[in-house]
């Protein structure tokens, strides 16, 4: 008898042992005994949850499904390119390029901070980048932050500490358009996914038309200016040189790069065709309401119960 209540002590002092012998029934009671405690936690948890989440603002999503632009072969010119690459290289002239190719630069560019910034610039977007807070549906007008922009007299009030200044700089408006903007690649369709979030719907679907409208233009004025350079290299090339069959080819190379620039300046959809366009969405994206207060809910209920049985072995101990 004496070895087996030794033992019952032992195992009242183990917490896994004293764990192992807390049945259901003794967990129910447990809880049920502490109920207040739990009916109050998972209260205030659901209570901040449901504060936070009607505070939120509403934020619509605009996307735009787009896929690479077809573009005229190079016919016997490729055929060309293992005897005279080196020359067209220097002349700036890719003879194996592919849409592909383009595409997944015109992607790169999208997200760059060159090309981002000159967007903002360009748009004259940072008022409504950085301090739009609301937007009121009945007259589509963007609330803005009081504390950050003075919508009144245009000027940018916000207190920031040095290096900051009042008027966001670019490098601020850069990681702030990087989170609302999303440029995805299906990796089998090698159809590409723009979209932008933002409070106002009718800003979200603008944006994303622009944006699809200045990658074309920019990579369309990439090509334009290569081919004029690689134009002027090959003329140049053609008075210093008498060998009838390498002005030939040098002759084909320009009329390649002519083609590029005629194909260019008839062309708005240059890299991406517009087989989704962007509209004004009528749901919002987020928040998700009733999500955030379920995960309070549960919250409240886990970090109460893990503390019920904390401190219910604590007074074993």
Known sequence: MKKSYQNINYNCNDPEASLDELDLRELAFLMWKNKWIIIGTIFVFTTCSFLYAIYQPNTYKSEALLAPASEEKNGGLAALAGQFGGLASLAGINLDGSKSDKSALAVEVMKSRQFISTFIQKHDLLPNLIAADKWNSRDNRIIYDNELYDENQGNWVREVKYPFKPK????????????????????????????????????????????????????????????????????????????????????????????IIMFA?????????????????????????????????????ILAGMFILLRHFMKKD
């Open 265 to 301: 300046e008839v062309r708005n959809e240059y890299v991406f065709n517009t087989i989704d366009p962007a509209v004004i969405p009528e749901e919002k994206f987020k928040p998700r309401r009733a999500l955030i207060c379920a995960v309070g809910f549960v919250m409240g209920a």
């Open 168 to 259: 966001p700089s670019m490098q601020e408006a850069f990681k702030k358009f990087k989170k609302i903007m999303s440029v995805s690649v299906d990796k089998e369709s090698g159809l590409v996914k723009v979209s932008v979030e933002h409070v106002s719907p009718i800003i979200a679907q603008q944006w994303v038309e622009w944006l699809v409208e200045d990658i074309n233009e920019v990579m369309k004025q990439r090509d334009v200016t290569d081919a004029k350079k690689s134009v002027e290299f090959l003329n140049a090339t053609i008075s210093q040189t008498n060998v009838a069959d390498i002005r030939t080819i040098l002759y084909k190379l320009i009329e390649e790069q002519t083609k």
